[in-house]
């Protein structure tokens, strides 16, 4: 992978086949199933206030969790996602400030 | 915001996911009706822009037949992007029925883009069906999967080394990458 690129991938447990791992799964959205790649949920849920790839990836997982504790995600579907390059690389644009950060 | 779909008709999407729900539209968007081929992103200037914002976001969903997350997750991260001040400008959408040379002529057109960046930020997306080759986790390498035929044919993948290869992004120009595939 080039030097100037920093990618947010799927990892393989250690002496697991080589598979494709990236699976989709119905998310309830505003109470609407909709098909959804389980990264792209998680990534896009947790993109807006990220600041940079690390932090992404921490929201992901916090927010991944949560839902499989809660059994809104089954365990099959569990992310084990990874950072390629950079970890504190900061994200392009800018993060969104929730309301309660703000106030404080 | 430039996006190409592929379908038989050759049609191109500008401005619906501009103005007005962008899933209200794409969720009438017929899938099986996608066949075929091309349209290429044209006209891109190759010198840089004095007023370009040196950031840009390749947003890339290449579905099966019948499959709707791709479609869906390529609006969800539109969306994320644009309350992080992606301007609609900044947009290039590939979606639909994808082929290796579809890809790379689509990367190709990026990197006539970006090429003359001295630097930026390329968001970098996509959405749909990874392959690997190889026999262990050292030697293997990843790609992009364009169709669930089997064996598929050389058209039918792209490793992510050509992916590169072809966007060929400028050292100062930062990459963020996320495949979901």
Known sequence: ?104 | MQWVVVTRWVRTRTAHITHGPFYQFTQRYQWLEILLVALMLVGYPAAADPGDTRRLAMLVAAPWAGETAMHNDLGATYTVLRQRGFAPEEFLVLEGPLTRSLLLAFLQDVHRRIGAWPQGEVWFFFSGHGTLRGTTAADAQAGLLFTSALPPLPEDQVWWEEVFAALQAPPAVQVLLLPDS
Do not use: K
């Not at chain 1, 504790?69 to 970890?87: D, K, M, N, T």
């Open chain 1, 1 to 104: 992978m080039p030097a100037n690129v920093v990618a947010l991938v799927m990892q393989a447990p250690a002496g697991a086949e080589l598979t494709c791992r990236a699976r989709n799964y119905q998310f309830e959205q505003q109470d609407n199933p909709q098909e959804r790649g389980v990264i792209s949920y998680y990534a896009t849920q947790s993109l807006a206030q990220a600041t940079t790839v690390a932090s992404w990836l921490e929201q992901i997982e916090t927010l991944a969790q949560a839902d499989l504790q809660q059994e809104r995600l089954p365990w099959f579907y569990q992310l084990s996602l990874q950072i390629l390059g950079q970890a504190a690389t900061r994200l392009p644009g800018d993060p969104m400030h929730i309301e309660s950060e703000q106030r404080r």
